[in-house]
């Protein structure tokens, strides 16, 4: 188990240097120069343009850059932006807005999954497993940002039941409207998969021998169904983690949310090389790390997965 | 226990002389109602975005960190309402010919941290912003100061310190307007402590405004930045509430949405989803009215079929074939003014009859015979296109201009997209650009000259269709060495009549300032730079 997670571990460190490379090759392909454009309409002078180019080493080839870049991560300085703010601390700052708005998330899409697609599953082709699958199509079809525009208008500015907007006070409580959107945008594909899979349980022999004991269907449905049920769930969830970092980029930037997201979305707006590279290689680290977690939740929820040679 | 009640039975004296005048000036007059019931402590709270660069006024060229700069620091003068200069830390300003001045400062004006603002805080601060080394992204407002330079780091010579209250200012040329252009954020004074460590100062700005920082947390990064009125601030910028809360916006839908829900008391613009509608949805609360912006495209004499008279003729008949007033009225819903000069309506000098205004207004007929006259001299092929920034919401009058364009002279028009602003600007500053593209200027100080000088001078810096005529470039240099303010407009505006022939740019429409604010918040004035004037804004 021990040497498992080490080398699952030591597979991040190629992924880190692919995924910056990469995405370093992809901002310096984009087009335009962006100390250019923090002159607007006017032109700057040429003295004036190279001197600031060679601060940010934008006059150098991009390997040349990526080396700078790289040199800077093992020195512990993910480099600055163009405001001058190192992007340590700038991720210090933004990270756990984000963390608390995706662990609000999560746990919104866990409990409405869990609950909705047990009750539909158990119901099967009654009412409440057509509305919840109507619905659910629904939520799957509308892209976030509608989402997140119909419920900033209708739940915020009209019923004045929430903020429409979360800016300085990021605290839990502030962030329930954006986390419920997220929550809601991907709970569908993860009720439906709950559902299913819970009406393959209900079918297995352990099941009807625990039927046959005796036991009520209170006992039966926690202990025996829903713990096998969850591992489809649990799977998908960590694909969803990938749609979650994105949507909150959306969202982040709707909700005026100071988390990563928006940064980046900023940053990206600016050309800003290294706080780009640092911010998407952050992304990339938390997604290889958050489907190790649900592999070895695996172990816990269906003993008969192992992790041996 | 005594003292205790003394105390008290004062207390109430005073209390019942208080109600006994407020009684008084209420009955006496209708306005002092209204202002009573403000509060002077109010914070207000308004929409900003997080600045692109430290705090220092010489480095800050956009409009996120020059709302704050322009709040914690005072210049030498402001600009009212009307974008008149009005002395702030001077008590005078002579301009003795077009290239020297002396400027007088008030004694006894102090940053906020104790230290007194002298002739040696502006000397400093402008050889700081000037020096090429220290990158600034504002140096070039120095570049008419004697002893300026781009090529190395040199020091103002033009500055001269007479007393600790009094210096000179010579020009490398004349420059009439110098004076004007002093109310701008790179000419603030900075206290001595900023150079010991200018990074940190640029986090953390010491300045002389009727703002300050409100401790030093004030600025949260991405979040929001805390002002409190500057008790020691003498100036005629007073603060008529207690603070500022600048909140950072990644959009403005968000501001709208936080305006909509009581959130925030004022926002300086309204994003493109809401034009059609805010007027509706704030009533009287809503501000659209113009200012200093002007937007227009280019096209470069070095496009094929546009140098000479052909070129002449062909920029005459595509301007007359776009109808400005109902592009303004469609597609902007009314929140721009179709130009008809150069500059801005908001600027003194401004002239709606210049001689040739004609050519900005719709005539099909006018057009379809200047094109064929161009015709003759050379007949047109291929696709008219102008160049855009997909980023920047353009893409809507781009389609309307070139749809009116190919509907007046029946030939192929089309926008050409460019993904981003600085891919766009790239192409531009290399001239490796083929077609028409969009150009704006917005005036970093309320003069003619800075609308013209800069864009369609024989090589000035942002000339970027190469516009070069020895005409115009004359009544330039004329009007900008005239002492007398209206005999210099006079000459911009003789100088206009040329670019209405020769249409180096093809003058769109000016852009309105859109804000608004919430119930309860009164004394809301934009200023000509279409940033609401802080400091006069109550509510309570």
């Known amino acids: 188990m021990f040497a498992y997670i080490l080398r699952r571990i030591v597979q991040v460190i190629p992924v880190f240097f692919g995924s910056t490379l990469l995405i370093y090759f992809l901002v310096f392909a984009m087009p335009g120069d962006p100390i250019l454009a923090l002159f607007g309409d006017k032109a700057p002078n040429p003295a004036l343009l190279a001197s600031l180019q060679a601060q940010y080493h934008l006059d150098q080839p991009f390997i040349v850059q990526y080396f700078y870049y790289i040199i800077g991560i093992f020195q512990g300085n993910m480099g600055v932006t163009f405001s001058g703010q190192s992007v340590n601390d700038v991720l210090a700052r933004t990270l756990p807005v984000t963390a608390r708005l995706a662990v609000m998330a999560i746990a919104i899409e866990f409990t409405l999954s869990i609950i909705i697609g047990t009750i539909s599953a158990l119901r099967k082709g009654k009412i409440f497993d057509n509305v919840s699958l109507v619905l659910s199509l629904i939520f799957v079809a509308t892209p976030i940002f509608v989402l997140c525009f119909i419920a900033q208008y209708f739940l915020a500015i009209q019923l004045g039941w929430f903020k429409p907007t979360v800016g300085a006070q990021n605290d839990w409580g502030d962030l329930w409207l954006p986390a419920i959107v997220l929550g809601v945008s991907l709970y569908a594909t993860s009720m439906r998969l709950m559902r299913g899979s819970v009406i393959d349980t209900l079918n297995m022999d352990w099941v009807r021998t625990a039927y046959s004991k005796g036991l009520s269907r209170r006992r039966v449905v926690p202990t025996h169904v829903l713990r096998n049920s969850l591992i489809p769930v649990i799977t998908n969830s960590a694909t969803n983690f990938g749609v979650l970092l994105v949507g909150a980029t959306v969202t982040e930037a709707i909700f005026n949310i100071p988390g990563v997201g928006n940064t980046l979305f900023q940053a990206t707006l600016r050309h800003e090389g290294p706080t780009i590279v640092s911010f998407v290689t952050v992304f990339v680290i938390i997604y290889v790390l958050v489907n190790l977690v649900v592999d070895l939740f695996y172990g816990l929820l269906d003993p008969r997965i192992r992790y041996v040679k | ?540």
């Open chain 2, 1 to 540: 226990m005594k003292r205790n009640k003394l105390a008290l039975a004062g207390l109430a004296l005073v209390g019942a002389a208080t109600l006994a005048l407020a009684g008084c000036s209420g009955g006496g007059s209708g306005t002092s109602t209204s202002t009573s019931s403000s509060d002077s402590s109010a914070i207000i709270k308004t929409n900003g975005s997080e600045p692109q660069n430290p705090l220092i006024p010489t480095n800050t060229n956009e409009t996120g960190g020059g709302k704050i700069i322009d709040e914690i620091f005072s210049g030498l003068v402001y600009y009212d309402a009307d974008g008149k200069p009005v002395n702030d830390m001077a008590e005078s300003i002579t301009v003795d010919d077009p290239q020297n001045l002396t400027v007088k400062i008030k004694p006894g004006q102090k940053f906020t941290n104790g230290e007194e603002v002298t002739s040696d805080s502006f000397i400093n601060a402008w050889n700081y912003g000037a020096k090429l080394s220290n990158n600034q992204l504002s140096s070039y407002f120095f570049e008419d100061i004697e002893g300026f330079s781009w090529d190395e780091d040199s020091d103002l010579t033009g500055l001269k310190k007479v007393d600790d209250h009094t210096f000179t200012i010579a020009l490398n040329k004349p420059a009439s307007d110098f004076a004007l252009r002093l109310g701008y954020s790179a000419f603030y004074p900075l206290p001595s402590e900023a150079f010991d460590d200018i990074e940190a100062f640029g986090e953390n700005p010491i300045g002389n405004g009727p703002y300050k920082l409100a401790d030093k947390d004030a600025w949260q990064h991405d979040v929001q930045i805390s002002l409190v009125k500057n008790e020691d601030y003498q100036g005629g910028r007073q603060a008529k509430n207690g603070g500022l809360d600048i909140v950072f916006y990644a959009t403005q839908d968000a501001a709208y949405a936080d305006l909509l829900a009581g959130n925030v008391d004022v926002i300086d613009g309204i994003p493109s989803s809401a034009l059609a509608t805010f007027q509706d949805d704030l009533g009287d609360r809503a501000v659209n009215q113009p200012a200093a912006i002007f937007q227009s495209f280019t096209i470069p004499d070095r496009l094929k079929h546009f140098s000479g008279e052909e070129g002449q003729l062909r920029r005459q008949a595509l301007s007359m074939a776009i109808d400005r007033e109902q592009i303004t009225k469609t597609i902007f819903q009314d929140t721009r003014t179709p130009a008809s000069d150069f500059t801005s309506p908001v600027i003194a000098g401004w002239s709606d009859s210049l001689e040739g205004a004609d050519v900005l207004k719709y005539d099909e007929k006018k057009a379809k015979e200047l094109w064929a006259q161009a015709d003759a001299i050379s007949p047109w092929d291929g696709t008219f296109s102008i160049a855009y920034n997909s980023d920047g919401g353009h893409q809507a009058w781009v389609d309307a201009v070139m749809n009116s364009i190919k509907n007046t002279l029946g030939i192929d028009a089309v926008g050409a997209p460019y993904v981003d602003f600085a891919s766009l600007r790239t192409e531009v500053t290399n001239r490796t650009i083929q077609t028409a593209f969009r150009t704006g200027w917005q005036a970093d100080y309320p003069g003619l000259y800075n609308f013209l000088g800069p864009l369609y001078a024989t090589d000035a810096g942002s000339n970027d269709g190469d516009y070069s005529n020895p005409d115009f470039d004359k009544l330039l240099s004329e009007g900008i060495s005239a002492t007398d303010s209206d005999k210099a407009n006079e000459d911009f505006q003789k100088a206009q009549e040329i670019l209405l022939k020769d249409l180096p740019a093809i003058p769109l429409w000016y852009s309105n300032v859109d804000g608004g604010y919430a119930d309860g918040v009164q004394n809301v004035k934009f200023g000509w730079n279409s940033v609401p004037l802080y400091y006069e804004i109550t509510k309570g």
